[in-house]
């Protein structure tokens, strides 16, 4: 049972093919890990900045 580290797109090693996730390596762990701390993996979503200045953004200007 072939399994390719998530990382490196490497072959697993049966030895650490145990590990939880697929990665090849704990340093490979280590980097998704890194990827998803530094918001490197993002979620296609449309970022709305309604809130900032808005129609209704009424400054006592007049
Ligand atoms: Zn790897």
Known sequence: ME???AIC?????TETG???GP???ERC???DL???ASGTYRLP???EQSDLDGPNADH???
Do not use: N
């Open 3 to 5: 399994q390719l580290c």
């Open 45 to 47: 979503v449309e970022e």
């Open 23 to 25: 990665f090849c390596s």
């Open 60 to 62: 006592d200007l007049s």
């Open 29 to 31: 762990r280590d980097i």
């Open 34 to 36: 890194g990827r998803w």
């Open 9 to 13: 797109k490497k072959q697993i090693p």
């Open 18 to 20: 145990r590990r939880p």
